[in-house]
């Protein structure tokens, strides 16, 4: 066909009623000479004129006449005829309407003989319909737009589409930003690179590999590129907002965190791209957090790790209960000295292994009876705590302290003689001096026995002798006691 000739226009009017989208043809001309009426009047901004008063829109849609529409239009809206169409305009053209309307009646007033917008209108069923509009004033009607030519494109399905979408992604962002538990997304795709760079070196053994050089744990660990964090990261590590987290990162992942990542690395390295585990992270403000870290790449970017998701749950509390739990289980709650049953494993521990001779003294608090039944138990709690405070200060590792009875003490020696062991009696004794000169008001006092075990002997035998000792010290103690208290009289 040459580009020259033109349809009939039998056939120019069967295009137009069979067009797969809504046409109309309308008379825009009532329209023309109203504008041109309110510009006479002095009208110069036509948007503020119209939302001044809202009935001035509904003149402007009494001005427009639709002349034809076609087949696809009934069919949209829901009409029997033409007649049926314009009968009820008015539940076509309502509601959310009025903005744009204002827009499309602006964009003639400034000159425009075609504009486009998206809008909605409502077929006669009730039906919204999300359409897009595209109207031309038709070439030789420019003058007065007595002919106007508008195409409605149907994207109801397409506007729904893209609210589910939208939708969709505001409850995705909704859980990631509220999780309870702090949440990560980050870039790994520079660490494969590495990873894969050293697997091509001829790299084998990575565990090796990363002993030999630490450096690359640490390369790994700055080459990781934190994407987004949510508001729970933010409450958990102290920070004000993502950018403060972001730029003190080196604040949070330090100390204990290196080794804690070089397991990550391996892990990585031998293809697991989803684990977990227990690691140290710090806050802001330097506080120590235990976290349980759980890291996984997500679905569609295994092939360069990308896009992963790390959670951190907080169980500094649950670590410090089992720490305490754990402290509990070896020491004495009052004087925060080791209690008998880690000495009786001790003593164990050092029959099997030594180091010898092994040194055992038995210590007893002096007077803790008269004190708890003179001044209450509360005064005998507080010279138990001085007691334990006094053991502990008198004694270095590998030796051991331990409450083993209510006012009974004992300690463990390993590798000591009893010479050697003399000379920590010694400062026990000054250091219980020191004690007294402090708190001045009670007397810490201790009645003391001494044993030897050399290799090859029971050290139980040597607790039962240090005990014997003991006990005569303590017999000593108080017939001096009582002496002098004869002599006072």
Known sequence: MNVTETLPPAELASLFELAPVSLWLEDYSALHATFARWRGAGVTDLRAHLRADPRRVAECSACLRVLQVNRRTLELYGA???????????????????????????????????????????????????????????????????????????????????????????????LFEHSPVSLWVEDFSSVKRLLDEARAQGISDFRVFTDVHPEFVTRCLQEVRVVDVNQQTLRMFGAPDRDTLLRRLGDVFRDDMTAHFGEQLQELWNGKTAHQREVVNYNLAGDRLHVYLQFSVLPGHE???????????????????????????????????????????????????????????????????????????????????????????????????????????????????????????????????LNNQFHGTTTLSFALGIATCEAGGRIEAAVNEADHAMYASKKSFYESAAMDRRKAG
């Open 80 to 174: 029997r005829d033409l007649a049926h169409l314009v009968e009820n305009l008015p539940r076509v053209f309502r509601d959310d309407m009025f903005e744009q309307l204002v827009e499309e009646l602006a964009a003639l007033w400034d000159g425009h003989t075609r504009f486009s917008s998206q809008t909605v209108n409502y077929a006669l069923d009730g039906r919204r319909l999300d359409i897009v509009l595209n109207a031309t004033v038709l070439p030789g009607h420019e003058a007065g737009w007595d002919r106007v030519l508008l195409s409605i494109e149907d994207v109801t399905e397409r506007s729904a589409a893209a609210e589910a979408l939208r939708m969709s992604e505001l409850y995705a962002r909704g």
């Open 303 to 433: 092939a360069d790790w990308d896009l992963v998701l790390v959670s951190l749950t907080d169980i500094t509390a649950r670590k410090q209960a089992e720490a305490y739990l754990e402290f509990l289980g070896k020491h004495d709650p009052l004087t925060k000295l080791r209690n008998r049953a880690f000495f009786v494993d001790e003593i164990n521990r050092l029959e099997r292994k030594g180091p010898w001779p092994v040194t055992v003294v038995v210590a007893d608090l002096n007077g803790l009876k008269t004190i708890n039944d003179t001044q209450g138990h509360a005064a005998g709690d507080a010279l138990l705590r001085r007691a334990g405070e006094v053991l502990t200060k008198a004694i270095d590792k590998p030796m051991c302290a331990a409450r083993i009875g209510g006012d009974e003490f004992a300690l463990l020696l390993p590798g000591m003689d009893a010479r050697a062991a003399q000379l920590l009696l010694d400062r026990l004794a000054s250091l219980s001096e």
